[in-house]
């Protein structure tokens, strides 16, 4: 019996991975049909309800993605002080943190902690919407709900997320100057020095496009994910929870295929 076991679990495991990468291609494939309705709904969005968006998605953020850019200063320079410590480069300090800031860490961490924020929120609101009922009186009275409420969010989302991404990295770039100052006695005038010495367009370039990529991606999956809500009040939850999970996953991806693209076109 534990022979038999044992021959079966490569069975398992293949059908593991063959069923995840069928969901998987399955939410991308959604992705894809919200992404082609936005695009068509475009000429006919609401201006007001982008405005209502960008207000309720990015505003009332902006403290979270500037504490959020503290705490990745604050990271930045105990891990490089580790290697200031040892190999006594502080010359290059500047460039490293403000490289890793506008290539990865700025984008990346403010898209996931954004997933969490933006993108739950637009998956319940739209959930409720679905399961209430309110899409379907929407399109009785010949109102098209991408172009009412899908579209803005799309729009709005990326533009939060962009303006939220360049707040949280100019306030990491900053700490890392304080902190780097006080913990590794970095001079702000040699920081300084470095950063604009080595750092290029292509380096912010790169930045704004991971942005506006990761912040059209987390309204996308929050969009199609709350618009196959089904059930009660639980399902809310569920469709809120299961955006999060989603938009990490494929943020990650995401951020692998951007990131190999952009240091191939825009090299630093």
């Given amino acids: 019996m534990v022979g038999a076991s044992i021959l079966r679990l490569p069975a398992r495991a293949v059908l593991f991975v063959s069923g995840g990468l069928s969901r998987f291609t399955q939410?991308?494939?959604a992705m894809g049909l919200v992404l082609l309705r936005t695009a068509r709904a475009l000429p006919r969005l609401d201006p007001r309800e982008v405005i209502r968006s960008i207000v309720g998605f990015g505003y009332d953020a902006l403290l979270l993605s500037a504490v959020l850019g503290?705490?990745?200063?604050?990271?930045?320079?105990?891990?490089?002080?580790?290697?200031?410590?040892?190999?006594?480069?502080?010359?290059?300090?500047?460039?490293?943190?403000?490289?890793?800031?506008?290539?990865e860490?700025?984008?990346?961490?403010?898209?996931l902690v954004m997933a969490g924020r933006i993108g739950a929120r637009n998956a319940a609101e739209l959930g409720v919407m679905r399961i209430g009922g309110q899409l379907e009186g929407l399109r009785g009275v010949g109102v098209d709900p991408f172009a009412l409420l899908v579209a803005p969010r799309v729009i709005a989302s990326a533009l939060a997320v962009t303006v939220l991404g360049i707040v949280a990295s100019a306030v990491a770039i900053a700490a890392s100057i304080g902190f780097g100052w006080l913990?590794?006695?970095?001079?702000?005038?040699?920081?300084?020095t470095s950063f604009e010495a080595?750092?290029?367009?292509?380096?912010?370039?790169?930045?704004?496009?991971?942005?506006?990529?990761?912040?059209?991606?987390?309204?996308?999956?929050?969009?199609?994910?709350?618009?196959?809500?089904?059930g009660g009040a639980r399902a809310v939850g569920q469709v809120a929870a299961k955006a999060v999970v989603v938009s990490a996953a494929v943020l990650?991806?995401?951020?692998?295929?951007?990131?190999?693209?952009?240091?191939?076109?825009?090299?630093?």
């Fill in 70 to 103: 503290v705490f990745i200063g604050f990271i930045l320079v105990l891990f490089s002080n580790l290697i200031v410590a040892r190999f006594g480069v502080k010359s290059l300090f500047g460039w490293a943190s403000g490289y890793a800031v506008l290539r």
């Fill in 105 to 111: 860490l700025g984008p990346f961490v403010t898209a």
């Fill in 27 to 29: 939410e991308i494939g």
């Fill in 198 to 230: 080595r750092i290029h367009p292509a380096d912010l370039l790169a930045a704004l496009v991971k942005l506006l990529a990761f912040g059209a991606t987390i309204s996308l999956v929050s969009t199609q994910t709350g618009l196959r809500a089904e």
């Fill in 183 to 192: 913990i590794s006695a970095i001079e702000p005038s040699t920081f300084l």
């Fill in 252 to 268: 990650t991806g995401l951020d692998w295929l951007i990131t190999f693209v952009t240091e191939q076109v825009l090299p630093s």
